[in-house]
C-alpha cells in the first residue's frame, strides 16, 4: 500500500470514529428548528424536500408560503392531493415593491394565524414557514409573537423557516442554520427562471 493510500484509510478511520462519537452523543429526541437562509438558490426546494420526506413517512405536515403563494409551484401542485398536507398561502400577489403596505400587513396577519394554528397543533409534525423572514424585515410580523409561537409549539414538531436575511433572534434560537451562497446565478446571466427546475 502506498503512502497516499495509507493516509487516506488513516483519514477515513478518523473520520469514522469522529462521526460515530457525535452519533454516540446524540441523545436528546425532539422537533427541530431548522432556518434556510442565504441569498444562494435552493432555500424554498430544500424545505418541500423535507415535506416529502414527511408526507413519505405519512406524518401530518403544514406549509404556510408568504410570498409564493400565487406563483406556481410544482411540488405544492405535486403533493397537494396528499390527505397529511395543508397548504395556506399568501395570496395577495405580494410584490417586493409593494404598492399597498396596509394589505399587506392585513394579508400576513391572516396567514399567520393558520401558522399559529400548526404550531400549536400536536399532530402537525413539520411546518414549513415559507417566506417568513421576509414578513419580519418589512415589519408585517412581530419577532416576539414569532418567537413565541416557536418556543411553545408540541416538543415533537419540527419547523422550518425559509428567506434570505434571516432574523438573528431567530437565527440564535434555531438548532441547525443553513446558509445557500450564491457562487453563480443562471438569472444574472440572462437565463429565465425554468418551469420544473425552479419552480
Known amino acids: 500500500m ?3 493510500n495509507t493516509r487516506h484509510k488513516a483519514s477515513m478511520e478518523k473520520l469514522k470514529a469522529h462521526v460515530d462519537e457525535k452519533v454516540a452523543s446524540a441523545t436528546e429526541q425532539r422537533g427541530l428548528l431548522l432556518i434556510n437562509t442565504g441569498n444562494g438558490k435552493g432555500k424554498t426546494t430544500a424545505a418541500w424536500g423535507t415535506v ?8 401530518k405536515v403544514g406549509v404556510v408560503q408568504f410570498i409564493k403563494g400565487l406563483w406556481e409551484c410544482g411540488e405544492r401542485n ?3 392531493d396528499d390527505p397529511h398536507l395543508e397548504v395556506v398561502i399568501m395570496a395577495t400577489g405580494f410584490t417586493w415593491e409593494t404598492q399597498n ?3 399587506d400587513t392585513r394579508a400576513c396577519q391572516a396567514v399567520w394565524k393558520d401558522a399559529e394554528r400548526m404550531l400549536a397543533d400536536p399532530d402537525t409534525y413539520l411546518v414549513v414557514l415559507d417566506e417568513l423572514t421576509y414578513m419580519l424585515k418589512f415589519g408585517y410580523l412581530d419577532i416576539a409573537t414569532v418567537k413565541a ?3 411553545n409549539r408540541p416538543r415533537e414538531q419540527t419547523v422550518i423557516i425559509t428567506g434570505r436575511n434571516a432574523h438573528r433572534e431567530l437565527v440564535a434560537m ?3 442554520v443553513t446558509e445557500m451562497q450564491e457562487v453563480r446565478h443562471a438569472f444574472n446571466n440572462g437565463l429565465q427562471a425554468r418551469r420544473g427546475i425552479d419552480f
Not at 416529502?52 to 406524518?59: P, Q, W
Open 174 to 176: 434555531a438548532d441547525t
Open 149 to 151: 409561537a416557536l418556543e
Open 2 to 4: 502506498t503512502d497516499r
Open 52 to 59: 416529502t420526506r414527511s408526507l413519505g413517512y405519512g406524518y
Open 78 to 80: 405535486r403533493l397537494e
Open 101 to 103: 403596505r396596509d394589505a
